[in-house]
């Protein structure tokens, strides 16, 4: 797959001290076509498809190191739409979605990392968080009602750095997970507003799609502003070395995909992956069998 562009053009910086806060508002939703034509965009989309199986199955087999890819953005930013398109040559055995949405009673009387947690893929595997942990550190700061809905201790809601720690534990535990064989990419998909407006229109004049209209729709609308300013403390909180964050142009959905597929390819190159290798007792066991299906096939 060959596109003008690199990883690094996405990448959003680790923090440093005293370094000027992230502002999303110069964060590009749009760049050029990476696409030539709507017949370019399959042939790239299908040359990255085929690759990313073939890597998958490099894992799979390696059995070593596995992928965790974390996709966050505002609604109708193409969330859904990338995972399906860049993973729809991915062999389902060897790779698993979860999307979280509102946390049931059980989750919420646990850590904030818990129910994430155990979705964490085995290795060998891809998994693909479609919302996540974050969900803690943006829609639940940006909307101070949903924090205080939470049965927390008085004396951990009231510390001076709460975000700041909840911060630093999700870095963390990125390591720990990094350190474990399991690496994590964060795809944030950066949607203009105008754009948002007019997919959700799309929606409202779609009858097939009438059904992914809410209230909360409108409402995340209304403090758009707010959004944007914890998802850019987010993401200047906790992109590091070990789990960076990618903040990918979304208003052109194709070009989201493309640049997705190849940071996820990638990644995959660049680990230390490959078929196992028989041992002796192994090839015997090969010889072994191939001598006696041969055999078979000249009695018949």
Known sequence: MKLSVKPKDFRVAAPRAKAKALELAKQPTKIDKLYKSGKDYRSLLAGSTEELHALQRVLYAHSRYALLLVFQGMDTAGKDGAIRHVMSGVNPQGCQVHSFKQPSQEELAHDFLWRTTKRVPMRGHIGIFNRSYYEEVLIVKAVPSVLAAQPLPEECVGQKHFWRDRYRDIVQFEDYLHRNGTRVLKFFLHLSKEEQRQRLLARAKE????????????????????????????????????????????????????????????????????YPKPDKTQLAEVERVRKVLTAEGKAL
């Open 207 to 274: 009858a097939e799609k009438h059904w992914k209209i809410s209230p909360a729709d409108l409402e995340s609308r209304e403090q758009w502003d707010a959004f944007q300013t914890v998802y850019a403390e987010c993401l200047r909180s906790t992109s590091h070395s070990a789990a960076p964050w990618y903040a990918v142009p979304a208003d052109d959905k194709r070009n989201a995909r493309l640049i997705v597929s190849h940071i996820i390819i990638e990644t995959l190159r660049s680990l230390p992956i490959a």
